[in-house]
């Protein structure tokens, strides 16, 4: 079960670190939140690992927190960050139709 535990926390711990380096690198404002959103994962999955290690559900409650706050993160930045703004690519949304689909 250590060697276990030392093998998903190195792997966590790597992970960790790359999500912050693309957090710090992303181009745009999703991929910063999408690399925020598994920065969360990465933590959740952390404490997970930490609880079955020393076998305890103290973290519980934690890991209930974090989940939601991730996904209602998530949700929010994927609700306002859209832009209602016709795209020019588009040629039916230029001239403001919708296309009758």
Request: no cysteine; aromatic share 2%.
């Amino acid at each position: 079960m250590t060697v276990v535990a030392w093998v998903a926390g190195g792997m966590l711990g790597l992970a960790a670190i790359l999500t912050v380096v693309r957090a710090a690198l992303g181009p745009s404002m999703p991929n910063r939140a999408v690399a925020i959103d598994v920065l969360v994962a990465v933590l959740v999955g952390g404490l997970g690992v930490e609880a079955a290690y020393n076998r305890h559900t103290d973290t519980l409650p934690i890991l209930v927190v974090l989940s939601l706050v991730g996904m209602v993160g998530s949700v929010s930045i994927a609700r306002f960050a859209t832009s209602d703004e016709p795209d020019e690519s588009d040629p039916e949304r230029i001239d403001g139709t919708e296309g009758s689909r």
